[in-house]
């Protein structure tokens, strides 16, 4: 078969698949980054042992077991504790200040995987002694992750490197502080997450988190086409009070997006937006 042919018929069998999903199971990838998206579902060929992807439909259709294999695979769950450490290093220096002239503070972590990013924030407040101040939504819709954020064990190996990122991000203790070691776990002590809930959330179909101080969406939106990326930007400018912050990835921008001029880019290189109006962030 000629390969022009060959990736017009992948198209069309990954558009069956993904309307396929979407009706069946509510979850809706069609919108998500083409790219990365076929790659992730040949992976999911090559698995199954099978030879088109179009033999994927009916696995998902039937076997709901399936279908949430499918979803580990689509959902990229890469993360590290004090990730882009000049990032956090920034929020400690810059916006922790800004966020304690309000009596209660509300921070979403959309995209928050298996967590690591939201302990990193828990151990960066509790050092600001602004913890208890602080009420944290931490949300993914992959639910295995949310199980291993919530129990805030992780491997002990890949903890022990994160010490490197934590010192880097202006940390005032050792990480070590923070969690018990036991065989090949790292287990972080409860009091961080006593302000945490960890809930299901999917961006592509779900509501506004209301009211919110900071939210934090950082390697999530860059798996999502531009129509994507226009929703859930306009849902974090909904979710967001005046003056709140936005916060993206590295890799991830507002420029083009069609809410762009609602928001000031505070820090560039740390990705840092502030929602417009009322007083700018030079004059707080
Ligand atoms: C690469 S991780 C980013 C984790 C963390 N924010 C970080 O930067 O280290 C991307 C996360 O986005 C989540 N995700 C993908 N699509 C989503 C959706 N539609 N709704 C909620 N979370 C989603 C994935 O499950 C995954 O946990």
Request: glycine letters at 6%; hydrophobic letters at 40%.
């Amino acid at each position: 078969m000629p390969k022009s042919n060959k990736s017009e018929i992948e198209k069309i069998e990954i558009d069956l698949l993904l309307e396929a999903i979407n009706s069946r199971y509510g979850y809706d990838f069609r919108n998500y980054a083409r790219a990365s998206l076929k790659r992730r579902i040949i992976n999911m060929v090559e698995n199954a042992e099978v030879d088109h992807i179009s033999e994927l439909i009916e696995k998902v259709l039937y076997d709901p077991e399936f279908f949430d294999r499918f979803l580990i695979e689509m959902s990229v769950t890469v993360t590290e504790m004090f990730r882009d450490s000049e990032f956090f290093l920034a929020l400690r220096k810059n916006i922790i200040g800004i966020l304690k002239t309000y009596p209660f503070v509300k921070i979403w972590h959309a995209g928050c995987a298996t967590g690591e990013e939201v302990y990193s924030m828990a151990i960066l407040l509790h050092e600001e002694g602004f913890l208890s101040k602080v009420q944290i939504y931490a949300t993914d819709y992959n639910f295995h992750s949310l199980e291993t954020a919530g129990n805030g064990l992780f491997n002990l190996e890949d903890v022990l490197s994160y010490e490197t990122n934590y010192v880097d991000s202006g940390g005032k203790k050792k990480l070590s502080d923070y969690y018990v070691a036991k065989y090949k776990s790292a287990k972080f002590y409860d009091f961080l997450k006593e302000n945490i809930t960890f809930t299901h959330h999917n961006l592509v179909t779900d509501g506004v988190f209301g009211e919110m101080h900071l939210i934090i969406c950082r390697n999530v939106i860059i798996y999502f086409n531009k129509e994507l990326q226009e929703r859930i930007f306009s849902l974090f400018n909904d979710s967001l009070i005046r003056d709140g912050f936005l916060c993206l990835g590295a890799k991830e921008t507002l420029e083009f997006s069609g809410i762009h001029s609602k928001f000031k880019l505070i820090m560039n290189k740390e990705r840092i937006y502030q929602k417009e109006s009322g007083l700018s962030y030079a004059e707080v």
